[in-house]
């Protein structure tokens, strides 16, 4: 789908795959299309710009992400190079999370662009994972890299280069 706003058409937004991530978010995740546009939109009573500066978040390396309203997902900017990667893996994405429902790769819902000032970014929701888990004692960003890997003194989410030597992760069958 694709609608483009203002005068002389200067917000652009794109969705791509839709009838391909309609069919993952239904059939094989189990979310009904309004329970995903509900998600997104957020709430007119709290207001859909309060819950997105509430939960945006820039890297460092100049992308960004933002939680939707509810919190049961996460839309993350990736390159032109990323989103083509994204898009023609797409199909085997599509049989393993059919075939393999438990598997650990993250559960993608969504594919977009936006188009604003003759800039285009891209970006994907991805199903948050944490969504409907007890509040989190520890948090780590592990990136799989020891380079620069360190928490600030106070920063609430830990590193690489914090998780200790003698700690195991046990990922255990539900």
Same mark, same amino acid.
């Given at each position: 789908?694709?609608? *483009?706003?203002?005068?002389?058409?200067?917000?652009?937004?794109?969705?791509?795959?839709?009838?391909? @991530? =309609?069919?993952?978010? *239904?059939?094989? $995740?189990?979310?009904? +299309?309004?329970?995903?546009?509900? +998600? @997104?939109?957020?709430?007119?009573?709290?207001?859909?710009?309060? #819950?997105?500066?509430?939960?945006? *978040?820039?890297?460092?390396?100049?992308?960004?992400? $933002?939680? #939707?309203?509810?919190?049961?997902?996460?839309?993350?900017? @990736?390159?032109?190079?990323?989103?083509?990667?994204?898009?023609?893996?797409?199909?085997?994405?599509? !049989?393993? @999370?059919?075939?393999?429902?438990? #598997?650990?790769?993250?559960?993608?819902?969504?594919?977009? *662009?936006?188009? %604003?000032?003759? =800039? &285009?970014? $891209?970006?994907?929701?991805?199903?948050?994972? $944490?969504?409907?888990?007890?509040? %989190?004692?520890?948090?780590?960003?592990?990136?799989?890299?020891?380079?620069? !890997?360190?928490? &600030?003194?106070?920063?609430? &989410?830990?590193?690489?280069?914090?998780?200790?030597?003698?700690?195991?992760?046990?990922? =255990?069958?539900?």
């Amino acid at each position: 789908g694709r609608y *483009s706003g203002g005068p002389r058409g200067r917000v652009t937004f794109r969705e791509y795959a839709p009838r391909t @991530m =309609q069919w993952l978010r *239904s059939r094989v $995740f189990g979310v009904e +299309a309004e329970a995903y546009a509900t +998600a @997104m939109a957020g709430s007119l009573e709290g207001g859909v710009e309060l #819950s997105l500066a509430r939960s945006f *978040s820039e890297g460092r390396g100049g992308g960004f992400f $933002f939680f #939707s309203a509810d919190g049961r997902y996460l839309a993350k900017s @990736m390159t032109r190079a990323e989103h083509h990667a994204l898009l023609q893996l797409l199909p085997q994405y599509c !049989r393993h @999370m059919q075939s393999q429902p438990r #598997s650990l790769l993250s559960r993608l819902s969504g594919c977009y *662009s936006i188009t %604003m000032y003759g =800039q &285009t970014k $891209f970006f994907h929701v991805l199903s948050n994972v $944490f969504a409907d888990l007890p509040p %989190m004692h520890e948090r780590f960003d592990l990136k799989g890299s020891w380079v620069d !890997r360190h928490a &600030t003194p106070g920063e609430k &989410t830990r590193k690489d280069s914090d998780w200790p030597a003698s700690r195991l992760l046990r990922l =255990q069958p539900q």
